[in-house]
């Protein structure tokens, strides 16, 4: 459709209606909430696999000006905050597009990852922002099998298959080998916003970088972000009171929008749920929980 319209906008153009002569300038927005990587068996983190055609539709808009990413995310998968930051970076480059990020409630760790994407970052006062830094969480059940007389037998090919098994004791050299996969991330997640934030940055790597998170007022004042402002107001000051705001989300079926408001789910999700078991889908809602409550949310 884009491709006949572009055809034919010179004709338009020559008509004496002035929304063919002057057509208002679009703004895509794209938006970015929840943790980011496979959560559970529903599979319902932001990842690449479910926004790539979203980020493109964004990106092929007709008179397009930029592109918005409203951003609240409380982080997740340092891989696929990368994969999802590089493709719009990818796009931006090859459209000439600028992209602006507009946190709401937060952009900590890999939702913050994400902001970096953009040209600008704007956040609300009271956004939270930042947490630049990497985290494993697990529990360890050594002691417990022992006392509820469980054995657990576990045959391996390779003496290292079994790093941090929840439960064996903890190996001191199996937390070193994890630390030192984490302080690599680290060094890549550190890279990429100086990258990105280049001399904006006003803070020291000491305050910055230790996985500290501050409200947009002080994001501002360390250069994580370039203002206090949403995404309407900013959009139309930038691009004047004509600007179209287009939302660009993945297409749903019938099927889809029926369940959606009552469950957010498809059949093929809830299908796959059920074949899964429920247990996985409870201990991935409470990690999520758990990420979102790290930030008082």
Sequence with gaps: MNSVV?????????????????????????RLVGPIGHIGALRT???????????????????????????????????????IAK???????????????????????????????ADEIYANA??????IGVISAGFGFADLIGKIGVQRRVYTAGEKKM????????????????????????ANFQ????ERRGLRLRGLDSELFTGEFWTGTRALELGLIDGIDDVRAHMRQRFGERVKLRPVSAPRSILQRWLGPRTGLDAGMIADSLARGWAEDVIAAAEARALWSRYGL
């Design 191 to 194: 890279a990429w916003v100086r």
């Design 45 to 83: 983190g932001l990842s690449l696999a479910r926004l790539a055609g979203v980020i493109e539709r964004a990106f092929n808009l007709l008179d397009l000006k930029a592109v918005a990413l409203v951003i609240n995310s409380p982080g997740g998968s340092a891989v696929q905050s990368a994969l």
């Design 87 to 117: 493709r719009i970076r990818d796009l931006a480059t090859e459209k000439n597009v600028p992209v602006f990020a507009f946190v709401e409630d937060v952009a900590a760790s890999g939702g913050y990852w994400l902001a970096c994407a």
């Design 163 to 186: 790093i941090l098994d929840p439960f064996q004791p903890e190996d001191p050299d199996d937390v070193e080998r994890l630390q030192n996969i984490q302080r690599e991330i680290h």
């Design 6 to 30: 572009q055809r034919i906008r010179p004709w338009l153009a020559k008509l004496p209606v002035e929304q063919f002569r002057n057509p208002a300038p679009v703004v895509a927005v794209i």
């Design 126 to 131: 009271n956004s939270i922002v930042g947490s």
